[in-house]
């Protein structure tokens, strides 16, 4: 009966080339991607991952998604325009992690809500920082005098024993 099945399905591959269905495919022509590559098992998410333009952090447990998104925190309120809109986006992620921390799931990651006021005061800092910066028009034309590069802490332990 298999012998009866491969014969069957020969045939329809012949016709459908004969038919012409299988010129101009999409892909015609290239290597097959990954071929001559080692098996990795988590090819299939990866392909997907790069073909939808995602961010590989979606792969992640939510604690250590959210412990990312507490780190990348100074970079992403450096730009808005107002404190109460870095209040709001403090608030929504401090109402995110109380959500995790209510009905934890994944490994155990210590996550913490995020300081509001300390990060609104990081924020003040930053912006006249930038203001100093941008306010200065004269040009720096001197040269910093060379510092003697820091030695770490170990050498000096190194050096007394």
Known sequence: MTEAWDAAVEAQIRGAVQRG??????????PIPGRGAPYDESWWIKSFLEREALPSDLLLP????????????????????????VRDFVGQLNA????????????????????ADEVVRHWHTGRTRREVHTS???????VAPARRPRRGWWLRWRRRG
Request: hydrophobic share 35%.
């Open 21 to 30: 269905e299988f010129d101009d495919l999409p892909g015609m022509g290239k």
């Open 62 to 85: 939510t604690p250590l998604q959210l412990r990312r998104r507490i780190e990348q925190v100074p970079d992403e309120v450096r730009d808005l325009p107002t404190e109460q809109s």
């Open 96 to 115: 995110q992690i109380v959500a995790w921390l209510r009905n934890p799931d994944g490994p155990r990651v210590v996550v913490r809500p995020v300081n």
């Open 136 to 142: 200065a028009t004269e040009p720096v034309t001197g």
